[in-house]
């Protein structure tokens, strides 16, 4: 069996978690929102301890937090819950970037169909989008700046924290898609000014289905966030629905682990990023790391190896290593990955390009083993 190297795309889930969430599933049959019986009581309680774990691992209060399905129904919600405001106060201008997720390109798209006006920054060869270049988009009448804190692709932090210091001072809304970054970059997540986050469970090994979008007050006031579709004033109208009780509280157990490990897990990180580099360097096969290390996650490699197309590398190696050549939602499609492109990355480069990706639990001396099986085969194709 191959090692996983593909944490990205989703993480394997804790058993802490799984435990957390069989013991729920076993105990628990009522509905959150049932107020007239013990059992909806009971659930509401586990509902109400997991919002509380959320919100501690980002230093929010917990009336903030509202629980969706993950990140692309929260990116969702955050971006076309402005229709009616941005339609009422006339400021109908959207600032986004090219390398953001399909879940935030798309969703912009569809606003065009209703008279906004979208911006995209490009970034440079690191894989940064540039302050001065979003602030440079800005007009009378931008309602929204929506960035993604880590590129999934390639690990790149964008420089978030400043942005969302300049935006808040110009009372612009700021959404922060923080998927790859929820629960790994605790201690500058908690610094970053936004009015909106999304984040999925499933990329810090809790269970895939559900995630939160976050709503952070100013003035008392939430966001003009408008629920997006119908059906009942579960999560005070935002997301319909009932809850899902034993989901939510695997989200809430994976925010409590993470707020307690975070620290050595990065530590575990920086030793395999560190680790795997040095396989490359002492392979003797010529190869670029796709965006600058200055500013990448310690958990991502996007790797281009010269004279190795990605897909045979793949094809090739899976019994040693689980890795993908991108984001899990282009799966199907052989297309160039659009966030090198935009980085202005070489097409061969591009075609050689694989991500490789870890986590919590990871295992360095597996990794590290078949890691050197993927090396060995990849010196067999290169051309």
């Given at each position: 069996m191959s090692v996983y190297l593909d944490y990205n795309a989703s993480a394997p889930?804790?058993?802490?978690?799984?435990?957390?969430?069989?013991?729920?599933?076993?105990?628990?049959?009522g509905n959150a929102d049932s107020r007239t019986h013990d059992y909806g009581d009971e659930a509401r309680k586990i509902v109400e301890k997991a919002r509380n774990q959320v919100a501690s691992i980002l230093g929010i209060f917990k009336d903030e937090v509202f629980f969706t399905s993950g990140a692309t129904e929260s990116n969702n919600i955050a971006i076309q819950g402005l229709r009616k405001y941005g339609e009422q106060s006339g400021k109908k201008h959207i600032i986004t970037t090219s390398i953001e997720h399909k879940a935030v390109l798309e969703t912009v798209k569809n606003m065009k169909e209703f008279g906004f006006d979208i911006d995209l920054v490009e970034p440079d060869?690191?894989?940064?989008?540039?302050?001065?270049?979003?602030?440079?988009?800005?007009r009378k009448d931008t309602l929204l700046v929506s960035v993604m804190h880590v590129n999934n692709e390639t690990g790149i932090i964008q420089p978030v924290k400043e942005l969302g210091m300049l935006l808040d001072e110009k009372n612009i809304l700021f959404h922060l898609d923080a998927t790859q970054s929820f629960g790994k970059l605790v201690d500058e997540l908690r610094e970053i000014k936004y009015n909106m986050l999304s984040m999925s469970a499933h990329k810090i090994c809790g269970p895939q289905g559900i995630g939160a979008l976050i709503l952070r007050k100013k003035n008392y006031k939430f966001p003009p966030v408008k629920n997006v579709y119908y059906g009942g004033q579960q999560e005070h109208g935002f997301r319909?629905?009932?809850i899902p009780v034993a989901l939510v509280a695997g989200l809430g157990e994976a925010c409590n682990i993470s707020q307690k490990e975070y620290q050595s897990n990065e530590r575990l990180y920086k030793e395999i990023k560190l680790a795997l580099i040095d396989i490359l360097n002492e392979s003797g096969l010529s190869y670029n790391l796709n965006g600058s290390q200055k500013y990448c996650v310690n958990s991502t490699l996007n790797i281009s190896i010269n004279g190795v197309s990605s897909e045979a590398l793949m094809l090739s190696s899976k019994q040693y290593c689980g890795v993908s050549n991108g984001s899990a939602c282009n799966s199907n499609s052989y297309n160039l990955s659009y966030v090198l492109s935009?980085?202005?990355?070489?097409?061969e480069q591009?075609?050689?390009?694989?991500?490789?990706?870890?986590?919590?639990g990871s295992n360095k001396d597996l990794i590290t083993k078949e890691f050197k099986e993927l090396v060995d085969v990849a010196k067999g194709l290169a051309m």
């Open positions: 889930i804790d058993e802490r978690v799984l435990n957390c969430m069989i013991s729920v599933y076993k105990t628990t049959i060869e690191t894989g940064r989008i540039s302050v001065d270049d979003v602030i440079s988009k800005i319909p629905g009932t935009a980085m202005k990355i070489p097409e591009i075609h050689n390009a694989i991500r490789i990706s870890w986590g919590a």
